[in-house]
């Protein structure tokens, strides 16, 4: 699976949008990208994934370039309850029917610190 | 019911001890994990279970013994362990590659906090 370079920490004031960016400058043809975030003290919780297309979802909104060597989440309304560690993972997708399990190789991810 | 649920929260556990780590699903998910978690690191997976059948183990020492009783429960065995072997155990399911879609989100437990003193 490629490798991802994610900035270490970054802010936001609440109610603006958070941009968080993730390289993966050597992700091949059939790797999906995956954020994840994990709020102190719980587990990481699945926040969106795309292959090439622009992807949203009720949570965030993640924005691949076209050349696909990095991405973009973004909260479009920042709460203090997003603050967490956001890790943009990539993988190869397993192939549908193959009855195969998600493997999952988190960085180091950015912390992400919410303020009013 | 999209919880999973790990028992105990928190257990401290002298090295030569033999304790336990309990994890539930009931999402009807065939694809079971276990991850380890030191302060201010990234989970790191240690097993997968694919139909109640271990399916990778990424090098982890005898000391850690998975089991898989049924497709809803996840044990994680504890013997003779290490001061650095504390660390936040974290336990996740997924439905396993299949249908339209060929990811499946993985959903994790709270984690269990061990200390081994």
């Known amino acids: 699976d490629a490798k991802t370079t994610q900035p270490t920490s970054m802010d936001c004031a609440e109610g603006r949008a958070a941009n968080l960016p993730c390289n993966h400058s050597t992700i091949s043809g059939n790797e999906y990208v995956y954020w994840y975030r994990q709020i102190h003290s719980q587990g990481p919780q699945y926040i969106i994934h795309g292959l090439k297309n622009n992807e949203t979802n009720e949570m965030a909104s993640l924005i691949i370039t076209e050349d696909r060597k990095s991405s973009t989440l973004i909260l479009p309304h920042a709460t203090l309850r997003d603050t967490a560690v956001y890790y943009c993972?990539?993988?190869?997708?397993?192939?549908?029917?193959?009855?195969?399990?998600?493997?999952?190789?988190f960085g180091t991810g950015t912390r992400l610190q919410v303020t009013l | 019911d999209t919880e999973v649920t790990q028992t105990p929260k928190h257990l401290v556990m002298g090295m030569t001890n033999k304790k336990s780590l309990k994890c539930e699903q009931h999402?009807?998910?065939?694809?079971m994990y276990w991850y380890k978690q030191k302060a201010k690191k990234p989970p790191e997976l240690m097993f997968v279970?694919?139909?109640?059948?271990?399916?990778i183990n990424e090098s982890v020492p005898s000391r850690f013994s998975p089991e898989c009783p049924n497709s809803s429960l996840l044990n994680l065995h504890l013997h003779a362990l290490q001061p650095e072997d504390s660390a936040l155990y974290l336990c996740?399911?997924?439905?396993?590659?299949?249908?339209?879609?060929?990811?499946?989100?993985?959903?994790f437990g709270p984690g269990t906090r061990l200390t081994v003193l």
């Open positions: 999402m009807g998910h065939r694809a």
């Open positions: 996740a399911s997924s439905r396993l590659a299949g249908g339209r879609s060929s990811y499946n989100e993985q959903f």
């Open positions: 279970y694919s139909y109640e059948k271990l399916s």
């Open positions: 993972i990539v993988r190869v997708a397993s192939a549908a029917n193959t009855g195969t399990a998600s493997k999952l190789t």
